[in-house]
């Protein structure tokens, strides 16, 4: 059992659960199945148990796990940089107006009674002054949670994986995973096939089985209708961090 060499840090309801299924595909990736936030909420449990959790590995395989939390927290870039310098980050973003719509929609399923996604945005409606604080906004201004993670780690140790891409190109995606990973590209677009009803990719095969794979009940749920207005809003808020975003990254996402 290793630490892991690869950690996928972000972004919540970014796509992160489809990638780590994706990569377990491949004979040279281990991963953790649960997220054992460890770098979070687990910290002062100590190495040997965040250790204790990974799978066991062959030389030349990957060891990774993944909590998308970990891109939103403070101490997450110290903690992870202090066990290895080296450690490659992946976050998955996707536009961060469908982000928070789709973080609501995972709370509205288990919490039918919270207020509507419209007065959550706003601290106030008649400013339009946009609520900042709520987390399923907070998350969305990817440019401020990268400054964070620059300050321990250089970027190009940093890959930014497009959440809308790995729907309509998870081959594409894929490929720059394994590239940045170090490993072979043995997952092609052999590897999919397209799920009508759901909307996105699922596995021919999936990791140890024969039968086709699509993620589960869970992921793909219909998001409620937003009022366009705020919608809107939402999108002239994000504008100015996701050009800064793309200037930090340099690459552009295409979201506006």
Known sequence: KRLPQAIIIGVKKGGTRALLEFLRVHPDVRAVGAEPHFFDRNYERGLAWYRDLMPKTLEGQITMEKTP??????????????????????????????????????????????PTFESLTFKNRTT?????????????????HLENWLLHFPIGQ??????????????????????????????TDKHFYFNKTKGFPCLKKAEGSSKPHCLGKTKGRTHPDIDQEVVQRLRDFYRPFNMKFYQMTGQDFGWD
């Open 69 to 114: 939390s970990y891109f939103v927290t403070k101490e997450a870039p110290a903690r992870i940089s202090s066990m290895s310098k080296g450690t490659k980050l992946i976050v998955v973003v996707r536009d961060p107006v469908t982000r928070a719509i789709s973080d609501y929609t995972q709370t509205l399923s288990k919490k039918p009674d919270i």
């Open 158 to 187: 940093i890959l930014f994986v497009s959440g809308e891409r790995l729907i309509s190109d998870p081959a594409g995606e894929l490929g720059r995973v394994q590239d940045f990973l170090g490993l072979k590209r043995i997952i």
């Open 128 to 144: 339009g002054l946009i609520d900042t604080s709520w987390s399923a906004i907070q998350i969305g201004i990817y440019a401020k």
